[in-house]
């Protein structure tokens, strides 16, 4: 099993959705977890940073985080097509210690 | 503007050939990384570099080695290219942090064909 979960997709919204993507994970020792966005043929880019449980918000994107749970989901508000994007989810039990990276949802927003 | 490049963004070869895939960083950062990215996959850690003279094995190390002689760059060599090899690979860089987890900004990846 990975240490990390998450469906690739494809999820397919139209525009103007909620939409909402998630990650699970085993490990308990994570503290921080992370929200990136990857446009085709592109490196990934930071979205969001998180540290232990609770919300997070920027802008229209929401990060939260469920720590009893293992739980972590990003949620986009009013989606855009500029939105379609791979988003993968990744986590870390702090500094000096290695990025684990979910496998990244594909998110198509139909205009 | 500081930034990470890689070179070249597309390759092919032939199976059994070396090749070095090039990773360049002006955001003067200690720490360095290479990543493969496959579909179903997500990204897999190949070596990595807190400093100069410093490299690490990461999660799929065989077949790939890396060298660390200055802080803008980090070549990856693939020794003996195979078809399992074939990929888009990234390259990352992050500074060092005291607490928390590094971020980490990537490059805009090479496209790998190995025939």
């Known amino acids: 099993q990975k240490e990390v979960e998450q469906d690739p997709g494809p999820l397919s919204v139209p525009e103007g959705a909620i939409v909402s993507l998630n990650c699970t994970y085993s490990?308990?020792?994570?503290?921080?977890f992370m929200w990136y966005r990857q446009y085709s043929r592109k490196g990934p880019e930071l979205l969001m940073y998180?540290?232990s449980s609770g919300n997070k918000e920027d802008g229209r994107f929401t990060a939260q985080v469920d720590k009893s749970s293992k739980y972590i989901s990003l949620f986009i508000r009013d989606s855009q097509p500029s939105d379609s994007a791979t988003y993968l989810c990744?986590?870390?039990?702090?500094?000096?210690?290695?990025?684990?990276w979910g496998a990244g949802t594909k998110l198509i927003i139909k205009p | 503007d500081a930034e990470i490049t890689q070179s070249p963004r597309h390759k092919i070869t032939e199976t059994g050939r070396q090749v070095t895939l090039a990773c360049h960083q002006t955001?003067?950062?200690?720490?360095m990384f290479w990543y493969r990215q496959d579909l179903g996959h997500g990204l897999r850690l190949i070596h990595y570099?807190?400093?100069?003279?410093?490299?690490n094995k990461g999660e799929v190390s065989d077949g790939y080695s890396v060298s660390r002689s200055n802080t803008e760059d980090l070549p990856l060599t693939l020794e003996s290219a195979a078809s399992s090899q074939t990929s888009v690979y990234f390259c990352?860089?992050?500074?060092?942090?005291?607490?928390?987890?590094?971020?980490?900004?990537f490059g805009p990846g090479t496209r790998l064909t190995v025939l």
């Open positions: 998180t540290y």
């Open positions: 990744a986590m870390s039990r702090g500094s000096n210690y290695q990025l684990i």
């Open positions: 490990n308990s020792a994570f503290q921080y």
């Open positions: 990352a860089s992050s500074e060092s942090v005291a607490m928390g987890a590094d971020t980490q900004y």
């Open positions: 955001w003067n950062h200690n720490n």
């Open positions: 570099s807190y400093g100069v003279q410093d490299t």
